[in-house]
């Protein structure tokens, strides 16, 4: 199967409580159908500097800003398929670009190597890791996810993700997935992806349930708990949690 190597959509983020989520499902499921993959597990490793440069540039919310990842779906081996992620944010448009390669290359080619397979998409990640300088694996994220595309827009994207959970320690994907939880049991993030606008469906179904755009990072919030665990203080004033952005 070919995967997409190049993205350019607005993403938006909602916080759903169960109600909510249950609630939405018929219209859900109306105009959107399940992707192929089912309830599938995502695990992601955030690469950073050692002072946590890209977190910290991020959470002040600048015109551009950048992440760089290794994600994979499911507990990965040495030749499981995995993508290095390359995620760039411009004026609220999000761009990512990725490459596929095992994940013992991705250790390898994120520490410093040449990649297995010369691209254009791997120089630009290769001169970002040579920019930034010292990145390291900083935190593993995990979560479920349930992926759904438009009936009649299959670029249209829907995602809801939960049982997220994250940690700075025993920074391997091949461990699986477990750590700290990042939000209360049963609450679902939403991200919403589209290239122009949302449907109309979707906006009526919305206002009818009270759901709101929100500023949320996953890295972010496991961020504010490192941060917090190492000084002992809260960072509340400088990272939003779940704050509502405007639409």
């Known amino acids: 199967m070919a995967f997409k190597e190049v993205f350019k959509r607005v993403e938006k983020k909602y916080m759903l409580t169960s109600e909510q989520y249950e609630s939405f499902l018929p219209a859900l499921n109306e105009h959107m159908q399940a992707d192929e993959y089912g309830d599938s597990l995502i695990m992601n490793i955030y690469y950073d500097s050692p002072n946590y440069s890209l977190i910290r540039r991020s959470i002040d919310k600048p015109v551009y800003k950048e992440k760089i990842r290794l994600r994979c779906y499911g507990v990965p081996k040495d030749d499981t398929v995995t993508f290095v992620e390359l995620k760039k944010k411009y004026k609220g448009v999000v761009f990512k670009r990725r490459i596929s390669m095992k994940y013992a290359d991705a250790l390898k080619f994120l520490a410093g190597e040449k990649p297995p397979k010369d691209s254009q998409i791997a120089r630009e990640i290769k001169w970002s890791l040579d920019y930034y300088a010292n990145l390291k694996p900083a935190v593993v994220l995990s979560y479920r996810r349930v992926a759904y595309f438009g009936r009649e827009d299959p670029d249209f994207r829907m995602t809801f993700d ?11 994907l091949s461990l699986g997935p477990y750590g700290e939880a990042l939000l209360p049991e049963g ?61």
């Open 162 to 172: 939960r049982e997220i959970l994250w940690r700075d320690t025993d920074v391997d």
């Open 187 to 247: 609450t679902r993030l939403m991200e919403v992806k589209f290239a122009d606008a949302a449907p109309l469906w979707l906006v009526d179904e919305m206002g009818r349930l009270n759901m709101y755009p929100t500023s949320f990072s996953k890295y972010g919030t496991a961020y504010k708990s490192i941060f917090m665990s190492a000084h002992g203080t809260d960072e509340k004033n400088k990272i939003s949690i779940g704050e509502k952005a405007d639409v």
